[in-house]
């Protein structure tokens, strides 16, 4: 899988729309009104890989909303993301798994029940510490409101993979249906472990 075709590098994404034509809060309001107001996750795929893999949720160009973006990430075996940097905030909220992040070169690590936040500006990695299952976060950021205020910039440092990881090779993002509990947490007196199977 090449680096054009992760939707990360697609220089046609829409990440405010536009706010243009006739000035009419009341037809804007009925739009609104008649969009659903749940998204089916069953119905969304994953898209990138093959060691990060994204499940967009909420976008502007979706025209549910203007603000926010809120996705999924699936980590892949050991899968890394790219290294990137942008001035908008996000919380990832760690769903199952265990991992690190390389915030400014400072190692943060984390596990499900988590909330990882990256903070304006900050020059960041996502890492599946386990080589052998995946980790999962769900992602809110207000990259589009950021953008929406003219506050523009995102710098990708190394790009996402393009190979698996040698324990990732096959790996495929969990859909809901096939999801699999978190290895449990055992209690190991100062620290808390992940019982192995």
């Known amino acids: 899988m090449g680096i054009e075709e992760h939707y990360h590098s697609k220089k046609d994404r829409v990440f405010v729309r536009a706010i243009a034509g006739e000035y009419n809060l009341k037809q804007e309001l009925a739009r609104l009104r008649s969009l659903p107001r749940v998204r089916r996750g ?18 502007p160009k979706d025209g549910l909303g203007q603000t926010l ?38 190692r943060y690590d984390w596990e499900a029940g988590d909330v990882v936040i990256v903070h304006n500006n900050c020059v960041h990695q996502h890492h599946n510490a386990d080589p052998h299952r995946p980790a999962r ?25 393009t190979e698996p990881t040698p324990e990732g090779v096959g790996f495929q993002p969990r859909e809901e249906e096939t999801l699999e509990p978190a290895a449990p947490l055992v209690e190991t007196g100062a620290h808390t472990a992940h019982k192995e199977d």
Request: proline share 6%; hydrophobic share 35%; aromatic share 12%.
């Open 69 to 106: 973006h809120i996705h999924l990430e699936e980590y892949g075996p050991g899968g890394v993301s790219q290294k990137h940097g942008h001035v908008n905030e996000a919380a990832f909220y760690i769903l199952d798994g265990r991992g690190y992040e390389i915030h400014d070169g400072i």
């Open 42 to 59: 069953a119905e969304i795929r994953f898209v990138d890989g093959p060691q990060a893999y994204s499940k967009h949720y909420l976008e």
């Open 137 to 161: 976060a769900l992602v809110i950021k207000t990259k589009p409101m950021y953008m929406f205020m003219n506050m523009l910039f995102q710098k990708t440092v190394i790009p996402r993979p």
